[in-house]
């Protein structure tokens, strides 16, 4: 009789707690789920259908008509590559250059070191909004060279390239400093052994090291890989080239006249699709990222 | 200006020899001189694998840095006939006192961010206490609301502003909860809902980032605060305000910064959905630095309206450093 009271009061707390998580849920989605239902819709259904709940189910005249439309109206296909690539690009060679630093940073002594690191750490604070501005001053006046007609030509200004999208993004104090706080939890005996063994850094760098680290790159490939598919600011002051545009730049095209709100919904659920299923697939990993990059306070 | 940093910069394999010690003595002479090899073998081999990263920071964050001061004091535009000149502090001048726009920038930045900070702060620790019970289904929720973060900005802003307009999602939702009672307005072309009805996407946007931040910092806190609590009589509440809350200090600061920055920092919704208007009534610091300094070119200007961005967040971290560093 003594333990019902209490284990009553705990099941009605439990009903509430779910009552609100899903009324949550529901808020957090209907904006989502409106935007993938719409983009199977024609034009004149979306708008009909806006004041009740067939607004965010998939009846009626449901086709791919709109995803048709988008291919026509726009290469999203070389949108959705240029993207691919320049993610591709920023993670990968960030995992590769940060990881070297953050293993220079913290197991290796040199000159410079100290410095290097109070410097990284300094601008980690710097948004990237207050050197847009200047950056593209400065993008515009660097050399770069060319190969034409089978000669290397010398030529300024990095705009309208690949490389202007992904070369100032490949370093990131932030991750350099993840890195190096992360190295820096494996004991440095394996070094010292692998040294006597007649290692060099380098292969202690990557034989050892690297293989260690897994949740560490897995971290920093999350935490670059977002903001470098989603980047918008940047892009829209450097890339004017249709051929070179990524996939958030390529939505300039829908409003140029009347926007058709059904192939608009097509094109952003196709740009959004992959990021949510690399999301959902590594979900676990996603989370401890985003834990792990508020855990230094 | 590059010249002193290159000094400095240890890119340079020729320059930052260790010290070398005056020749040993024969008899451990051969030892020294291996131990002497393998630290130079160590300093050559970690300033080469830092210098990859050296060389972009210092090309593409020091320098824009230095360069964005620079040319706050100049008259450099894009493209520009005119030669480099010297203005002095005339950026500035002509931002605080004749540019009515960037007054209004700076009113709606800080606005923004005045509701947004709270809301979005304690929205995430609501959220994070929801989803910290031990319940079952919890990382369900924790994904759920966690998907618009993935999302991008941009799809979310266009997004909103489908459903915001006249004959859209939100207002045939109003129009049906009230019964009709409201028929709710043109959200974005209103000068007195446009701000608001940004700032409710924004939150609706990022907050699930803020309650992982929340949860990993409520999930330090160990349990047996909340069982001696418990014995005492503590009832929920009691327990969140003398346990939970006072735990969480370090998280709590490092949400509110991080937010505050972000905040100040609003340029995607605003360039996406508004453009600034109706009547600048969501221009923001970013956007006007942008608007000019890239759009019309006056890369002067726009750099100086940058710096006094900076010179803000500086500010607050600057805040930042100084709570943390009160703690220890």
Not at chain 1, 30 to 50: A, E, G, N, T
Not at chain 1, 173 to 196: G, H, K, M, N, W
Not at chain 2, 156 to 161: E, H, R, Y
Request: glycine share 6%; aromatic share 14%.
């Amino acid at each position: 009789m003594r333990g019902t009271r209490p284990e009553a009061s705990e099941q009605r707390r439990r009903v509430w707690s779910y009552l609100v998580l899903v009324g949550l849920a529901v808020f957090f989605l209907f904006p989502l789920v409106f935007m993938f239902v719409s983009s199977l819709k024609p034009d004149s259904q979306i708008l009909s259908d806006i004041s009740g709940w067939r607004a965010f189910l998939p009846v009626g005249d449901v086709n791919l008509d709109n995803y048709g439309a988008v291919f026509d109206r726009v290469p999203v296909g070389r949108f959705l590559l240029n993207s691919l690539l320049v993610t591709v690009a920023i993670v990968g060679l960030g995992l590769v250059v940060n990881s070297m630093a953050g293993f220079a940073l913290s197991r290796l002594r040199w000159r410079g070191r100290g410095l290097v690191l109070g410097v990284v750490i300094a601008t980690l604070i710097v948004p990237f909004e207050t050197i847009a501005v200047p950056l593209v001053y400065w993008v515009a006046h660097l050399p770069t060279l060319l190969f034409q007609d089978g000669a290397l030509v010398y030529d300024i200004g990095w705009l309208n390239s690949y490389q202007v999208q992904i070369i100032p993004f490949v370093a990131n104090a932030f991750s350099v400093f993840l890195f190096s706080q992360y190295f820096s939890t494996i004991p440095t005996s394996l070094d010292e052994a692998a040294r006597i063994d007649g290692a060099g850094w380098f292969t202690i760098y990557r034989r050892i090291v690297v293989p260690l680290s897994g949740p560490a790159f897995a971290t920093v490939a999350i935490l670059t890989f977002l903001p470098a598919w989603n980047q918008y600011l940047w892009p829209t002051m450097v890339v004017q080239d249709e051929t070179l545009r990524p996939v958030m730049v390529g939505m300039q095209y829908f409003f140029q006249d009347n926007p058709a709100w059904g192939e608009i919904m097509a094109y952003t659920s196709m740009i959004t699709l992959p990021v949510l299923v690399v999301f959902l697939a590594f979900q676990r990993a996603f989370v401890s990222s985003v834990a792990a990059s508020g855990v230094k306070g | 200006m590059t010249a002193t940093f290159r000094l400095d910069s240890p890119a340079d394999p020729a320059t930052p020899e260790p010290a070398r010690t005056p020749t040993a003595p024969a008899a451990d002479g051969k030892r020294r001189r291996a131990k002497n090899a393998a630290r130079r073998g160590e300093a050559r081999a970690g300033l080469a694998m830092a210098s990859p990263a050296i060389v972009l920071l210092l090309t593409f964050l020091i320098v824009p840095v230095l360069l964005g001061f620079a040319l706050s004091f100049t008259n450099a535009r894009l493209i520009s006939p005119e030669p480099l000149r010297f203005v002095g502090f005339d950026n500035f001048v002509r931002a605080f006192t004749i540019d009515p726009t960037f007054f209004r920038s700076a009113l709606n930045t800080f606005a923004f961010a005045a509701v947004v900070v709270p809301v979005q702060a304690g929205f995430g620790l609501f959220l994070a206490l929801m989803v910290n019970q031990k319940i079952r289904g919890v990382t369900a929720f924790r994904v759920i609301f966690f998907i618009p973060v993935v999302t991008s900005i941009v799809v979310v802003s266009i997004l909103w502003k489908f459903m915001y307009q006249p004959d859209g999602l939100v207002n045939s939702f109003i129009n049906s909860i009230t019964f009709g009672a409201w028929q709710g307005t043109a959200w974005l072309d209103n000068p007195s809902t446009a701000l608001f009805a940004i700032i409710v996407l924004s939150v609706w946007q990022a907050v699930g980032f803020h309650m992982l931040i929340w949860l990993s910092g409520l999930q330090t806190i160990p349990e047996e605060l909340y069982e001696a609590a418990r014995i005492d009589g503590a009832g929920t509440w009691r327990q969140f305000r003398d346990v939970t809350w006072p735990c969480l200090r370090p998280t709590r600061i490092f949400v509110l910064i991080t937010i505050t920055i972000a905040a100040l920092g609003l340029f995607v919704q605003i360039d996406v959905m508004t453009q600034g208007g109706p009547i600048d009534s969501t221009s923001t610091l970013v956007y006007h630095a942008v608007l000019t300094g890239y759009r019309q070119q006056q890369i002067g200007y726009g750099s100086a309206l940058s710096l006094v961005f900076f010179v803000i967040v500086l500010v607050i971290a600057l805040i930042q450093r100084h709570l943390t560093r009160d703690k220890d």
